[in-house]
């Protein structure tokens, strides 16, 4: 349904031009949900806002963006509006940027729902109603401002909103980060029952590997641009091929009630600004498992059994 | 035993005529780091707000190394200000998007005199390193950082005037892992420093077991239990701290 191919962005921050995403392709297919986790600066957020072309304009995009087989990337203003929303809707980790401040919450989710359906008023309404209870808001919360409600709230009252549109195709950016964990697992029930039910597919990207755990099929490990790895979910958690998914998975925090050492073991150093990146594979210098052949050349991705991974000393399979 | 360096008392505070914090008292020692869980829209960050006096509250007091924090003007409130800082829950608004990340470090350093001008740029340098930074980013601007960039900036600039009292409000929420297991360990160095007190606010009781001494569970405004970290996650004794508890535990990745 969504098929990316060798998505390049780049951008120019004073003299230096760098590509934040470099040559990533992806399937997204009918129904299914796709994980694309990685650390702080990894290109997440660029390749969704990419998708539709929400980059600031000084960004370079190349590649293909292809949605049921047509080039988003070469579409112009017009088609592209008719796509966003409708087709594809995005959710992102700042609510207050995406909610009207002048408008109270239950206008807003009504006036999408009556923009992508046909109903009247009143049965926008009763949409809309049912569509926050679903996120766990009420009948109150829908006469507030977005400034009335707490950042868990109004990151829910966009999920709302989102739905109201009907998509095919849902871009989640870190949607439930900022809630507790039992409003997540909410949110996380109704983005599994999209997917279920209505056949919605999901792109999701988050740092949060449980999050992407319990709603996606499928996870793709960004690193400084790149995928280097990708799997069914299962597989990936099982038996994490790439030493930086092996390091995400042991970054996370101890079992809950579990004693022992409280520090973390966090992967060494930070992923490095992109123009500083080394030259090779772009992990190398925080890798437990490198060797000299990893700086000589970069490895690729290669798949093999739906699995892709780009390392030439990966960790073995158990 | 240390007088406290923080006294709530029965603090209410109103949001669009809603008592949204009922009567909620806490002390909080110095060095101390006290975690506040609760579901969203529990009162939280109104907690955080109204202790600094962002937010008026309607009743009760806030004593600040034992004086009213609330009657404090001019100078005296300043001070006391200086040393109580926060770091926000949403790093993209929190920062002044026409500054760059140099004047955003620079500005509580100047404005609290605390650097000459030749010293500036290394004790900036030396709070970014702290945060896991490096100096690419000096002259950057927020929307040139991507989001767990923002949020160490935002950090490193609430260590800045060297406070007495962090609040941190969901700051580890918009960071990925690898860098939230950092900042996780960076808060607990910050805590074992005697002399930084913190207010951790976070809806991961994951986190907040392992970074506080005590927990505190606010629920619809007001303080449901307050206990000791282990403790509490080791015998709750209110349904809202275990609701809060098996969340946490389904939320934990399992490998298999
Ligand atoms: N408008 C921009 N101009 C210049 N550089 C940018 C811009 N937006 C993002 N970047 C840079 O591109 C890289 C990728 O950023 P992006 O926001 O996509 O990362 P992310 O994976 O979403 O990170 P996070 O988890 O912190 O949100 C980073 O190095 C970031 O600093
Ligand atoms: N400006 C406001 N006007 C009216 N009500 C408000 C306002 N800000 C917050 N509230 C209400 O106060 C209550 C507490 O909000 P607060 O932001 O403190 O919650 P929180 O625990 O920090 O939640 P979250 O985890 O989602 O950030 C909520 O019911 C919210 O709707
Ligand atoms: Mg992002
Ligand atoms: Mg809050």
Same mark, same amino acid.
């Given at each position: 349904?969504?098929?990316?191919?060798?998505?390049?962005?780049?951008?120019?921050?004073?003299?230096?031009?760098?590509?934040?995403?470099?040559?990533?392709?992806?399937?997204?297919?009918?129904?299914?949900?796709?994980?694309?986790?990685?650390?702080?600066?990894?290109?997440?957020?660029?390749?969704?806002?990419?998708?539709?072309?929400?980059?600031?304009?000084?960004?370079?995009?190349?590649?293909?963006?292809?949605?049921?087989?047509?080039?988003?990337?070469?579409?112009?203003?017009?088609?592209?509006?008719?796509?966003?929303?409708?087709?594809?809707?995005?959710?992102?980790?700042?609510?207050?940027?995406?909610?009207?401040?002048?408008?109270?919450?239950?206008?807003?989710?009504?006036?999408?729902?009556? $923009?992508?359906?046909?109903?009247?008023?009143?049965?926008?309404?009763?949409?809309?109603?049912?569509?926050?209870?679903?996120?766990?808001?009420?009948?109150?919360?829908?006469?507030?401002?977005?400034?009335?409600?707490?950042?868990?709230?109004?990151?829910?009252?966009?999920?709302?909103?989102?739905?109201?549109?009907?998509?095919?195709?849902?871009?989640?950016?870190?949607?439930?980060?900022?809630?507790?964990?039992?409003?997540?697992?909410?949110?996380?029930?109704?983005?599994?029952?999209?997917?279920?039910?209505?056949?919605?597919?999901?792109?999701? $990207?988050?740092?949060?590997?449980?999050?992407?755990?319990?709603?996606?099929?499928?996870?793709?490990?960004?690193?400084?641009?790149?995928?280097?790895?990708?799997?069914?979910?299962?597989?990936?958690?099982?038996?994490?091929?790439?030493?930086?998914?092996?390091?995400?998975?042991?970054?996370?925090?101890?079992?809950?009630?579990?004693?022992?050492?409280?520090?973390?073991?966090?992967?060494?150093?930070?992923?490095?600004?992109?123009?500083?990146?080394?030259?090779?594979?772009?992990?190398?210098?925080?890798?437990?498992?490198?060797?000299?052949?990893?700086?000589?050349?970069?490895?690729?991705?290669?798949?093999?059994?739906?699995?892709?991974?780009?390392?030439?000393?990966?960790?073995? $399979?158990? | 035993?240390?007088?406290?360096?923080?006294?709530?008392?029965?603090? #209410?505070?109103?949001?669009?005529?809603?008592?949204?914090?009922?009567?909620?008292?806490?002390?909080?020692?110095?060095?101390?780091?006290?975690?506040?869980?609760?579901?969203?829209?529990?009162?939280?960050?109104?907690?955080?707000?109204?202790?600094?006096?962002?937010?008026?509250?309607?009743?009760?007091?806030?004593?600040?190394?034992?004086?009213?924090?609330?009657?404090?003007?001019?100078?005296?409130?300043?001070?006391?200000?200086?040393?109580? +800082?926060?770091?926000? +829950?949403?790093?993209?608004?929190?920062?002044?998007?026409?500054?760059?990340?140099?004047?955003?470090?620079?500005?509580?350093?100047?404005?609290?005199?605390?650097?000459?001008?030749?010293?500036?740029?290394?004790?900036?340098?030396?709070?970014?390193?702290?945060?896991?930074?490096?100096?690419?980013?000096?002259?950057?601007?927020?929307?040139?950082?991507?989001?767990?960039?923002?949020?160490?900036?935002?950090?490193?600039?609430?260590?800045?005037?060297?406070?007495?009292?962090?609040?941190?409000?969901?700051?580890?929420? =918009?960071?990925?892992?690898?860098?939230?297991?950092?900042?996780?360990?960076?808060?607990?160095?910050?805590?074992?420093? =005697?002399?930084?007190? #913190?207010?951790?606010?976070?809806?991961?009781?994951?986190?907040?077991?392992?970074?506080?001494?005590?927990?505190?569970?606010?629920?619809?405004?007001?303080?449901?239990?307050?206990?000791?970290?282990?403790?509490?996650? /080791?015998?709750?004794?209110?349904?809202?701290?275990?609701?809060?508890?098996?969340? =946490?535990?389904?939320?934990?990745? +399992?490998? /298999?």
């Amino acid at each position: 349904m969504l098929r990316v191919r060798d998505l390049t962005v780049r951008f120019q921050t004073g003299e230096a031009s760098f590509s934040a995403v470099d040559r990533i392709s992806f399937d997204l297919g009918h129904g299914e949900a796709l994980g694309l986790i990685g650390e702080s600066g990894s290109g997440k957020t660029t390749v969704a806002l990419s998708l539709l072309r929400l980059l600031p304009s000084g960004a370079q995009v190349s590649g293909r963006v292809e949605l049921s087989g047509e080039d988003l990337l070469g579409l112009g203003p017009d088609a592209l509006n008719r796509i966003r929303g409708r087709r594809i809707a995005m959710v992102f980790h700042d609510p207050l940027a995406a909610l009207n401040p002048v408008l109270r919450i239950g206008t807003q989710i009504s006036e999408a729902v009556r $923009a992508h359906q046909s109903v009247d008023r009143r049965g926008a309404r009763t949409m809309t109603l049912e569509l926050l209870r679903a996120v766990g808001l009420t009948a109150n919360d829908a006469d507030r401002y977005a400034h009335e409600l707490s950042g868990g709230m109004r990151q829910r009252a966009l999920i709302a909103m989102s739905v109201a549109c009907r998509p095919e195709i849902l871009v989640a950016d870190e949607p439930t980060s900022a809630l507790d964990a039992i409003v997540q697992a909410g949110i996380l029930d109704l983005l599994r029952g999209l997917r279920e039910e209505r056949g919605v597919s999901i792109l999701l $990207a988050t740092h949060d590997l449980g999050t992407a755990a319990r709603l996606c099929t499928r996870i793709a490990v960004l690193y400084a641009g790149r995928i280097v790895e990708s799997a069914r979910t299962t597989e990936l958690l099982a038996s994490p091929r790439h030493p930086y998914t092996l390091g995400l998975l042991r970054s996370l925090p101890p079992p809950l009630g579990s004693s022992g050492p409280v520090r973390l073991q966090p992967i060494a150093g930070s992923a490095p600004p992109p123009w500083e990146r080394p030259g090779g594979c772009r992990f190398r210098n925080r890798c437990p498992r490198a060797q000299d052949d990893c700086a000589k050349r970069e490895p690729e991705l290669i798949e093999i059994d739906g699995r892709g991974l780009a390392c030439f000393h990966p960790v073995d $399979a158990p | 035993m240390n007088a406290p360096l923080l006294q709530v008392e029965d603090l #209410c505070v109103h949001r669009g005529g809603v008592r949204v914090l009922d009567r909620v008292s806490f002390a909080l020692g110095a060095g101390e780091t006290l975690g506040i869980v609760g579901a969203s829209g529990s009162g939280k960050s109104t907690l955080a707000r109204a202790v600094l006096r962002l937010l008026e509250p309607a009743d009760g007091r806030v004593r600040w190394r034992g004086r009213d924090f609330l009657a404090l003007s001019g100078r005296e409130l300043r001070a006391a200000r200086r040393e109580m +800082q926060i770091v926000f +829950q949403d790093p993209a608004t929190s920062l002044d998007p026409r500054m760059t990340v140099f004047s955003i470090l620079a500005e509580p350093l100047v404005v609290h005199r605390l650097e000459r001008s030749h010293a500036l740029e290394e004790r900036i340098l030396a709070l970014l390193r702290e945060v896991d930074l490096g100096p690419e980013v000096l002259h950057r601007h927020p929307h040139e950082l991507s989001g767990g960039q923002a949020q160490r900036v935002a950090l490193a600039r609430a260590l800045a005037p060297s406070p007495a009292l962090l609040v941190a409000d969901e700051a580890l929420s =918009a960071v990925d892992v690898s860098i939230q297991a950092q900042m996780a360990n960076l808060f607990g160095k910050l805590r074992h420093s =005697a002399s930084l007190a #913190c207010l951790f606010i976070s809806h991961d009781l994951r986190f907040t077991a392992v970074l506080c001494d005590r927990i505190a569970v606010l629920s619809r405004g007001a303080i449901v239990e307050l206990a000791e970290a282990a403790s509490l996650v /080791r015998a709750p004794r209110h349904d809202v701290t275990r609701a809060l508890i098996a969340a =946490a535990r389904e939320s934990e990745v +399992q490998r /298999r």
